[in-house]
């Protein structure tokens, strides 16, 4: 296995456990909305900074795995785009990445 690989899925691990670790407390207590997320991501200067960069980042990141994917031949590209919207971004552009790497090694 290529070490391209191996980092792309230690990435998308990282991804999906720091999501898990920061989020599962707050989606679980009996205060969480989407609207209270959303006014605590920019609730002050550098979290408001963060969570605006974090969101181009992630149009970006569904445009490219769009764009990317088809021409790659990539299936269930719908899946990258929903890990992005419900996990996180470093889980599913990491998960694409791992995916389009080993579609690439067997063609």
């Known amino acids: 296995m290529k070490p391209l690989v191996v980092s792309y899925g230690l990435l998308a691990l990282a991804g999906l456990m720091t999501a898990a670790y920061f989020s599962v407390p707050y ?6 909305s989407l609207s209270e997320f959303v006014r605590l991501a920019y ?7 963060l969570s605006a960069d974090l969101t181009v ?24 785009l929903l890990a992005n919207t419900c ?14 790497e080993c579609t690439r090694e067997r063609a």
């Open 57 to 80: 980042v992630y149009v970006l990141a569904n445009l490219w795995i769009i764009v990317e994917g088809r021409r790659s031949k990539m299936r269930h590209l719908w899946l990258y």
């Open 43 to 49: 609730s002050n200067a550098p979290s408001a900074t």
């Open 87 to 100: 996990v996180a971004v470093a889980f599913g552009l990491s998960l694409f990445l791992l995916v389009r």
């Open 27 to 32: 989606w679980t207590s009996p205060d969480a």
